[in-house]
C-alpha cells in the first residue's frame, strides 16, 4: 500500500493512463486484446468480456465446462450473515 503513493508508481499510472487516452480509450475497464492471428482490438465495460473471449477464440464456459460444481443456491446469500 505504501509503494502505491511513490513516484515510480504514479508516473506508471500516469503512462498508462496517457497510453489508453491515445489509444481511443473513453472509460473504465479498456481492454485492448490481440487473439492468435494477430487483429488486435479494443473493448469497454465489463459487459463486453464476452466479446474479448470471443476475439480471443477462449471457449464459452457453461455449467458444464467450468470445473466446478455450482447450483443457483450456493450464490444465495445467508440473511442471518448480512
Aim: hydrophobic share 35%; net charge negative; charged share 20%.
Amino acid at each position: 500500500m505504501q509503494q502505491s503513493t511513490s513516484n515510480e508508481v504514479k508516473g506508471k499510472l500516469t503512462g498508462r493512463t496517457e497510453e489508453a487516452i491515445t489509444k481511443g480509450s473513453f472509460g473504465l475497464p479498456w481492454y485492448i486484446a490481440t487473439n492468435a492471428e494477430g487483429v488486435v482490438d479494443h473493448f469497454w465495460g465489463f459487459d463486453n468480456i464476452a466479446a474479448v473471449a470471443n476475439h480471443l477464440g477462449l471457449e464459452k464456459l457453461t455449467s458444464g465446462n467450468t470445473g466446478l460444481d455450482l447450483t443457483p443456491s450456493d450464490f444465495e446469500q445467508d440473511p442471518q450473515a448480512v
